[in-house]
């Protein structure tokens, strides 16, 4: 079993003149591709490092390429996203497994992945590195790589937010606090099309809850609602007490489930106007 160790820097949308609009079916486009393949004695035995050539944002966002130093023309001359997939899942070979730091990474390969219609890269066999670090340290705040490999005290050779940087910083965090057992290893694909059954399933009941004053309790009739993607807000006045009260309920993600979390607070009369009514 090998494990592949990846990080990858991504485009964005950014409107440098009128008429351009981000497109929803992919909001972030992979435009670098860095990895480190360790063998089960966690020895170095191959990297990759590519730069991906974006079609949906051609155009580097000035904050990425402020962060990456990745520019418009070095992405013109980079690998299409197809090709440089098929290099990818080659170079994984056989009985490979996932590793990241986080799960932003391979969601976002996932996503570009359906974007472009690839299916070659096998999602069954991931470890999230950043929550075996945390669970060993017994963190509730996701930390940053750069503070992981401090805390590690991992020498500093290259500049981060580089792909290949950090798949070799993450790598070497790997390389001190695996679980040879192999419980870390789980199903992502299976555990993520989970995850999107039961988001789905609290995003019909997302505007059920109830408003209830703060103050005295109540349960106040609603005036106005919003839904936006994991959020529902709604408004209402508490006659007994003479307030206007915000209920705001959110989809998050704790303990390894997601579930829907409320809170009712008084909102300030100047602020209650002009609200649009209820989209979905």
């Known amino acids: 079993m090998n494990y592949i160790v990846f990080d990858l820097e991504f485009n964005m949308f950014f409107k440098f003149k009128e008429g351009e609009y981000a497109n929803p079916a992919l909001k972030s486009e992979i435009i670098q591709i860095g990895a480190v393949k360790l063998n089960e004695h966690f020895e170095t035995i191959g990297i990759f490092d590519l730069i991906i050539k974006p079609v949906i944002y051609k155009r580097i966002n000035p904050y990425v390429k402020k962060k990456t130093t990745i520019n418009t023309r070095q992405v013109s001359q980079g690998t299409p996203f197809v090709q440089a997939i098929e ?54 705040m996701q930390p940053s790589l750069e503070s992981a490999v401090e805390g590690l005290g991992i020498e500093k050779t290259s500049p981060f937010h580089d792909a290949f940087s950090d798949a070799f910083y993450t790598s070497e965090i790997f390389k001190k606090v695996f679980d040879l057992s192999g419980k870390s290893i789980i199903n992502w694909e299976k ?26 309790s109540r349960i106040i009739e609603k005036d106005k609602e919003i839904t936006k993607a994991k959020k529902y807000f709604a408004f209402g006045y508490c006659t007994e007490c003479k307030l206007q009260i915000r209920h705001v309920s959110r989809i998050v993600h ?13 909102y300030k009369m100047e602020d209650f106007g002009g609200l649009e009514g209820r989209t979905n």
């Open 87 to 140: 290099s990818f899942s080659q170079w994984l070979g056989e009985d490979s497994v996932l590793c990241s730091w986080g799960h932003d990474d391979i969601l976002g390969l996932r996503d570009n992945c359906l974007f472009f219609g690839v299916d070659t890269i096998s999602f069954n066999k991931y470890i999230n590195i950043q929550q075996i670090y945390m669970n060993q340290g017994g963190l509730t």
């Open 254 to 266: 704790g303990g390894g489930e997601y579930c829907i979390t409320s809170q009712n607070s008084i």
């Open 191 to 216: 555990e993520q099309i989970e995850n999107e059954l039961k988001i789905r399933e609290l995003k019909a009941v997302l505007d059920q809850a109830p408003i209830l004053c703060p103050q005295c």
